[in-house]
């Protein structure tokens, strides 16, 4: 890659080899071509970036929905470990958008990406939907174990503050909160 005088950067493809030797075997004459592919690796970069898109989640950086059906059924085909499936909705979350602003709630959401993110492990899979809704598909050891795993994953949720001043928290719904069924 060659950045040109106008900024613009230009992509090369070249070829070449040594064609003639002095007597002691040290090269003497190199011919080779060059050809331009920026068109084809600007096609080939755009091609790219749609295609993250189609795989990741643009507000929080991490997987939608596409990737999350495709890594979920990959995960449940290939092992024999059980999983539980897990759809976590935010309450009222259109009202943190409506008092405190859609880039404050932007935040939250990253940060439950990013707590979801530092709990799944290889064989399980989680993904933001749409709007606040997040799918999440976890190893079932015990009741106990997913129980405990899922404790950590909404203390870490919960301890999310709006970085404004405001008077708002996270608090824990105890009315939405069902036992786990063995």
């Not at 068109?39 to 790219?48: A, G, H, P």
Request: net charge positive.
């Amino acid at each position: 890659r060659i950045q040109c005088k106008d900024k613009s950067w230009k992509w090369f493809y070249d070829r070449g080899k040594k064609t003639q030797r002095d007597i002691n075997g040290k090269p003497t004459f190199i011919s080779g071509i060059v050809f331009d592919i920026t068109e084809n690796k600007e096609y080939e970069l755009n091609l790219k970036k749609e295609n993250k898109f189609k795989y990741i989640d643009e507000l929080t950086g991490g997987t939608n929905k596409n990737s999350f059906e495709i890594k979920a059924k990959k995960i449940i085909k290939n092992n024999t470990i059980q999983h539980v499936f897990i759809a976590l909705d935010i309450d009222n979350f259109k009202l943190i958008n409506d008092i405190l602003g859609y880039d404050q709630g932007d935040l939250l959401l990253k940060h439950i990406n990013n707590v979801l993110s530092h709990y799944i492990s290889q064989d399980e899979t989680f993904a933001r939907i749409i709007g606040d809704k997040f799918f999440i598909l976890l190893e079932y050891m015990s009741k106990d174990k997913l129980e405990s795993q899922l404790k950590k994953i909404t203390q870490d949720i919960l301890d999310f503050k709006f970085p404004i001043n405001s008077h708002f928290n996270m608090v824990r719904s105890e009315e939405h909160t069902s036992e786990l069924q063995s």
